[in-house]
T-cell receptor, first 114, second 111 residues
Framework: GENVEQHPSTLSVQEGDSAVIKCTYS??????FPWYKQELGKRPQLIID?????GEKKDQRIAVTLNKTAKHFSLHITETQPEDSAVYFC?????????????FGPGTSLSVIP | DAEITQSPRHKITETGRQVTLACHQT?????MFWYRQDLGHGLRLIHY???????NKGEVSDGYSVSRSNTEDLPLTLESAASSQTSVYFC??????????FGAGSRLTVL
């Protein structure tokens, strides 16, 4: 089955700096790679996702890159703000019609220092 | 508005007791999932369902069971609760290839 690894487990940055979180996956059949943000005491919520036919995707200060050959994908947050402080989870899924199982990495706790 | 609700939000039980966590969604999603969240392990998949009468084992299914008798509900049962099952449990639903929508979570403590 799919296995997703994530690094680092904790990350501390100064406000305004960039943050990068890296993930690897094991199953070459995976074709959908979402990122979820979980604030303290809250439920995880999707912040960005990428599919295997795309190498990079941006949404304002957030970008995700995917290298299918190396089975790597990364989350980049620019101009970090204190409200970016949260736990971030990468995930991988083989998504087909009526078939969809998302496996998560262990998470990265990001702290943005004002 | 459509939603996904979990109950109870907090539960304390004793070792060996049967516990059921409820999950109800009004999104009309076919796919439903149960995850447990533990520090250092992230979200681990327990069981999942792609539709009525369909259930599948996830990464950490031992000691848990689910049933899907309708589209809206996927209850998670711990047949004989163990201290190792103390965790926060999240239910989620989705349509295929789409965003997972999570419930608010159920915190279970097994003494």
């Amino acid at each position: 089955g799919e296995n997703v690894e994530q690094h680092p487990s904790t990350l501390s940055v100064q406000e305004g700096d960039s943050a990068v979180i890296k993930c690897t996956y094991s199953d070459s059949a995976s074709n959908y790679f979402p990122w979820y943000k979980q604030e303290l005491g809250k439920r995880p919520q999707l912040i960005i996702d990428i599919r295997s036919n795309v190498g990079e995707k941006k949404d304002q200060r957030i970008a995700v890159t995917l290298n299918k050959t190396a089975k790597h994908f990364s989350l980049h947050i620019t101009e970090t703000q204190p409200e970016d402080s949260a736990v971030y989870f990468c995930a991988a899924s083989e998504s087909k019609t009526s078939y969809d199982k998302v496996i998560f990495g262990p998470g990265t706790s990001l702290s943005v220092i004002p | 508005d459509a939603e996904i609700t979990q109950s109870p939000r907090h539960k304390i039980t004793e070792t060996g007791r049967q516990v059921t966590l409820a999950c109800h969604q009004t999104w009309n999603h076919n796919n439903m999932f149960w995850y447990r969240q533990d520090l250092g392990h992230g979200l681990r998949l327990i069981h999942y369902s792609y539709g009525v009468q369909d259930t599948n084992k996830g990464e950490v299914s031992d000691g848990y069971s689910v049933s899907r008798s309708n589209t809206e509900d996927l209850p998670l049962t711990l047949e004989s609760a163990a201290s190792s099952q103390t965790s926060v449990y999240f239910c989620a639903s989705s349509e295929w290839g789409d965003v997972l929508t999570f419930g608010a979570g159920s915190r279970l403590t097994v003494l």
